[in-house]
């Protein structure tokens, strides 16, 4: 079952090659341009900005993170483009600002969504520039920046972009660490596990736009003009993905889902997002339980704990998530006169000293409090120590 997929702590080994790899990845063609694509700057009509978000975001693209007034020009697009006809609106919500809400009432293992292959964006989706996507492609890019590079691409074309409809319902400010300077970062996680990963998220990310930026953008100056495929429109495109991006398991692709990309997560829900091969040819979920009408539907974004939520997704879970945890180290006294036994009797249950456990707000695993127990022990006696069953 798919789940969207992404956060910072397995983008870098996914899809952030190593700096000085991808110079040498990357093709130095520089053979002139057959029809430069229009590129507009900056953006015009119902995805303008405003001063202020504009002063955060550096994009003119998108809309209020919280506005639902294009959701009907989004829904009334999708279904001329064949999306099936929906028992979900687009609604405001408690949880995530806007979110997609049941129009009747839905039954537990009820199929939803139906969005048809050709509305998913992936690697292989037509570029509106094709220009661009030769270039992109003769590049040979992993998915992720070749993704980041076509949602700028599509969204400067603005109108003539196919995806228009649906780019006039993004975030304009995605809520991702990326949206994050490192000040802001070691300001207000000064005390959080999460700092680091955030702080290298923001680097990595960064690094990628700058050798895409030397290897590629300055080469075709036409094709990448360098007002638009700025560092901020970079972060934007990367926030969109960290929050959007999903991987259908039954068809191993990472794709963008219009529509279904606004459906918020809960942690105590098991519906995912998959593309069905067999009947519906479509991207589907399945209810976990009934909704009333009325009420939000959610899936699952997979079992993430808050921390891991909060920098790809940029929120944190109102309800318990059982997926949080804090390592607890634990380990033998190295003055306890039977030290050498006790390790023993630990690491002959694949145990050590010292050892961490994962302890979560709904319990500990056994094993952390028979450890308890080994380390308490008074008795030096291995056998005995070793039926403390860890
Ligand atoms: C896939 S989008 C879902 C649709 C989104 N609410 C929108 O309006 O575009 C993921 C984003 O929704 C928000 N979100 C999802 N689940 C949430 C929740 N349980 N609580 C708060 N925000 C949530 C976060 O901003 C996250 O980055």
Redesign the pocket.
């Known amino acids: 079952m798919a789940s ?1 997929a992404f956060h910072a702590i397995s983008l870098r080994s996914s899809f952030l090659p190593p700096t000085s790899s991808l110079a040498v990845t990357f093709s130095s063609s520089s053979s002139p341009l057959a029809s430069p694509c229009v590129v507009r700057f900056p953006i015009l009509s119902s995805l303008q900005s405003t001063a202020e978000d504009r002063k955060r975001t550096g994009v003119n693209w998108g809309c209020d ?1 919280q506005s639902i007034e294009k959701g009907s020009l989004l829904q009334d697009w999708l279904m001329k483009e064949g999306l099936a006809k929906q028992k979900l609106v687009l609604d405001r919500v408690d ?5 997609l809400v049941a129009t009747q009432s839905l039954r537990q293992g009820e199929r939803l969504l139906f969005v048809p292959s050709g509305l998913l964006i992936t690697a292989d989706s037509e570029w509106g520039c094709a220009e661009t996507g030769r270039i992109i492609k003769e590049a040979g890019l992993p998915e992720w920046p070749m993704l980041a590079i076509f949602l700028i691409s599509e969204a400067s074309r603005e109108e003539s972009s196919r995806w228009f409809p649906y780019f006039a319902t993004l ?1 304009k400010t ?2 991702s660490i990326l949206q994050w300077t490192e000040e802001e970062v070691n300001t207000w996680l000064t005390a959080s596990p999460v700092r680091e990963k955030a702080l290298e998220c923001i680097r990595d990310v960064t690094e990628t736009y700058r050798d895409l930026r030397a290897t590629i953008f300055l080469k075709h100056p036409e094709v990448f003009p360098s007002q638009v495929y700025t560092l901020a429109a970079f972060k934007w495109a990367f926030g969109i993905l960290f ?2 991006l999903v991987r259908l398991p039954s068809v191993g692709k990472l794709a963008l889902v219009p529509w279904a ?6 942690p105590q829900v098991d519906s995912f997002l998959d593309f069905d091969q067999n009947n519906a040819k479509s991207v589907v979920t399945v209810t976990d339980r009934a909704y009333q009408s009325g009420e939000q539907v959610f899936i699952s974004y997979g079992k993430r704990s808050s921390g891991e939520l909060f920098l790809a ?3 944190i ?2 309800e318990l998530n059982v997926h949080d945890s804090v390592e607890l180290e634990m380990e033998i006294d190295s003055d306890d006169p039977s030290f050498e036994a006790k390790l023993r009797a630990a690491n002959e249950q694949g145990l050590s000293s010292p050892q961490r456990f994962p302890v979560r707000k709904d319990g500990f695993p056994a094993q952390l409090l028979a450890y308890a127990r080994l380390i308490a022990s008074r008795t030096s006696d291995p056998a005995q120590l070793s039926r403390i069953d860890c």
Not at 95 to 99: A, F, I, L, T, V
Not at 261 to 266: E, K, P
Request: hydrophobic share 15%; no cysteine.
């Open positions: 969207f993170p949880s995530g600002g806007r979110g975030p995605p809520s929050s959007r990309d606004m459906l918020n997560h809960s997704y940029g929120f879970p109102s």
